[in-house]
């Protein structure tokens, strides 16, 4: 089946510094997408970023789909940042997403 | 528009029970999925529906996991009977094609 890894499993910053989480899966995806998950919260979208480079606001994700990676950046992190993100891909359309098993960011002042 | 509705939000059940956890999907969504959510394995897939067709049923819970969608607006997945090992958060997703999705809060399920 698919494979989604997720790096760093976990990160710790101080408040303004820039984070950046990468993704890598197992075979092309032609869905990608990045979700937040504060604790004990649900799963809401970030980024649909399938290929090439998506802003919004301070997140910059930058999908290469021939070399089979996404990476999310987070500019001048926040405290509220805090909480885990997952990276889900699916190969063709009608297809289920697989999601990595998430990178948990603490932003501390 | 109304997000994808989940109830309950909390559940226990003993051992061997059936219980029935509920979905609505955002309207207009034709996709629907069933994630079930634990520190250890994560984020696995249940169940994927298309246009109210099942077409994926997630395997290796095939066994007393049932999800069903009897209409485009509703879904219930049933565990059937319980264990311990079925505590989790169970989420449901939804989205319009291949386009972004969108989850529910969640139904926390504690079996004793």
């Known amino acids: 089946g698919q494979q989604v890894q997720q790096s760093p499993a976990s990160l710790v910053l101080q408040e303004g510094e820039n984070a950046e989480l990468q993704c890598n899966f197992s075979s092309t995806a032609t869905q990608l997408q990045w979700f937040y998950q504060r604790p004990g919260g649900s799963l809401v979208s970030l980024l649909y970023n399938p290929s090439g480079t998506k802003h919004t606001g301070r997140l910059t994700s930058t999908t290469v789909t021939k070399e089979r990676r996404s990476s999310l950046h987070i500019s001048s992190s926040q405290i509220t940042d805090s909480g885990t993100y997952f990276c889900a891909m699916a190969q063709g359309t009608g297809s289920k997403l697989s999601f990595g098993k998430g990178a948990k960011l603490t932003v501390s002042p | 528009d109304a997000g994808v509705t989940q109830t309950p939000r909390h559940e226990v059940a003993e051992k061997g029970q059936t219980i029935i956890l509920k979905c609505e999907p955002v309207s207009g969504h034709n996709d629907l999925f069933w994630y079930r959510q634990t520190k250890i394995q994560g984020l696995e897939l249940l169940s994927y529906f298309r246009s109210k067709s099942l077409m994926e049923d997630g395997g290796a819970f095939k066994d007393r996991f049932k999800a069903e969608m009897l209409n485009s607006s509703f879904s219930t997945l049933k565990i059937q009977p319980t264990e311990p090992k079925d505590s989790a958060v169970y989420l449901c997703?939804?989205?319009?094609?291949?386009?972004?999705?969108?989850f529910g809060s969640g139904t926390r399920l504690t079996v004793l």
């Open positions: 997703a939804s989205s319009f094609g291949a386009e972004t999705l969108y």
